[in-house]
């Protein structure tokens, strides 16, 4: 008879290598499991990095053509910077922050855009201090937990711009000219400006009032949700993209209709500089912009390629903000465009070659040490080279040449390592000659005009 303690000792060390399988099986489980990107963030390679990074450049040099200076701020800012700058009551704030407390516990949020951080840098670096006007530009990640679709993104990237000190039309003149240049830089025939202007805090609280009241008579066509609105934000009926508004906003009285005078002639001040600067725009009243800091003027780009997403880049005159984050009062104007709008509008009209200059092949192990040497050499002289890393044969280098579409293939073996020479094959016209080595930089330079 097998006594009772033993028995239990055989039961116990069994559930116990049971547990343990069970542990082990479920870690090979969490091993195995796909680790894949968040929704609506998305990787940027080959070969879509190539029109990127083109872009990126074409970007950057119209700004700085007009004298903006870049300014990287960083991704994660105090939470509450965004509900001072970006309001309470907008939908980014409400619905689209990823906020998140800190090891710290200080409430954190990835940034949804960027003017509000443009404009905490301008505050805490005293920026107006040094000089009267200080225009900058940015182009970077920001998040918004939207619903992804295409054009829409969880992680997406803005280029924008700002211009802080100027309360005259001429700086709004100056934002939309910078962008209308850009996008004609890239042979874009979109998109169109549309332009409004949402009056100042002397001419809004009175339209406010005569909308309110317009609203109230309508509300079995408004959802729900928007009544609260109608007291806090009423202009925002004109984003709402439900169909029964959608029938009768174009009816709704229009801010364009109740501006001050001041308000007017600067609006009239900005229309006449555009055309001045052969700047095409149409009116639309119907303009309201989604962040809350805005006053006067306030335009978007949208083109009709871009489907249900159809806004390019939007902008305005916000002369509260700065003075809504803690500085001194400072009127300014900027504009925050879509990278990756940006990049479905110029996908089909514009070609990134991303063509390898030289590849350096090897034929034997001694050519092999030549040609990686060799290829330092022509970087150096601002050559885009490649050379075979993974010892592969002559044959498959000559496969990557092609694919790689480089433009000079350099053959190096024992025999030209003996020599001093170079064999270089051009591949476009598939001609082949004997190069001194001491010469096959120059020869290349010469070749590729650099
Ligand atoms: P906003 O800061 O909302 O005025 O946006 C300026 C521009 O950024 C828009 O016109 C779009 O081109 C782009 N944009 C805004 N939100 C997203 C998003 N979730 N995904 C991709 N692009 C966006």
Not at 48 to 75: A, C, D, M
Not at 111 to 128: C, D, F
Not at 281 to 293: A, E, F, H, K, M
Not at 388 to 394: C, F, I, K, N, T
Request: hydrophobic share 35%; charged share 25%; proline share 3%.
């Amino acid at each position: 008879m097998i006594d009772q303690g033993l028995f239990g000792a055989i039961f116990l060390t069994q559930l116990v290598a049971r547990v343990k399988l069970a542990f082990m099986a479920e870690a090979r489980e969490k091993i195995q499991e796909k680790i894949q990107s968040i929704r609506g963030m998305n990787d940027i390679c080959d070969p879509e990095i190539h029109l990127w990074q083109n872009l990126e450049k074409t970007i950057r040099e119209t700004y700085e053509s007009f004298g903006f200076v870049e300014v990287r701020t960083p991704l994660l800012e105090p939470a509450n910077l965004f509900q001072r700058g970006v309001g309470t009551d907008t939908d980014i704030v409400e619905k689209e922050m990823y906020t998140f407390q800190d090891r710290n516990g200080d409430w954190i949020s990835l940034r949804p855009e960027g003017t509000a951080s443009v404009t905490r840098a301008l505050i805490e670096h005293q920026w107006m201090a040094e000089q009267q006007t200080v225009k900058v530009y940015y182009i970077g990640p920001m998040f918004r937990y939207e619903r992804p679709q295409k054009g829409r993104y969880r992680q997406f990237h803005q280029y924008g711009l700002e211009i802080f000190g100027v309360e005259n039309a001429k700086a709004d003149a100056e934002i939309i000219a910078a962008q209308s240049l850009l996008y004609e830089k890239l042979n874009l025939s979109e998109p169109e400006l549309r332009l409004s202007s949402v009056g100042c805090q002397n001419c809004r609280p009175a339209y406010k009032e005569i909308l309110k009241a317009e609203l109230g008579k309508r509300l079995q066509d408004i959802p729900e949700d928007f009544h609260p609105r109608i007291q806090t934000n009423p202009q925002r009926i004109f984003d709402l993209k439900n169909e029964k508004v959608q029938k009768f906003a174009g009816q709704l009285p229009k801010l364009l209709d109740h501006l001050c005078g001041e308000c007017k002639t600067h609006f009239d001040s900005l229309k006449a500089h555009l055309t001045d600067l052969k700047v095409k725009y149409v009116v639309d009243p119907l303009i309201v912009r989604g962040l809350d800091y805005y006053n006067r003027t306030a335009f978007e780009f949208t083109s009709q390629h871009l489907g249900a997403q159809s806004a390019v880049g939007g902008g305005g005159r916000y002369d509260q903000l700065v003075e809504n984050i803690g500085g001194k009062a400072t009127p300014g104007v900027g504009y925050a465009g879509g990278f990756e709008r940006l990049v479905l509008l110029v996908e089909q009209s514009l070609k990134v070659e991303n063509r390898f200059d030289a590849v350096v092949v090897s034929a034997d192990e001694q050519g092999a040490e030549a040609a990686m040497k060799l290829a330092m050499d022509l970087r150096r002289a601002g050559i885009k080279t490649e050379s075979d890393l993974a010892g592969r044969s002559l044959k498959s280098q000559m496969k990557r040449a092609d694919k790689l579409k480089a433009k000079y293939c350099l053959i190096l073996g024992s025999r030209e390592v003996q020599n001093g020479t170079v064999v270089i094959k051009d591949m476009d016209q598939h001609q082949q000659a004997e190069v001194s080595k001491n010469e096959i930089v120059e020869h290349i330079k010469k070749a590729l005009n650099v």
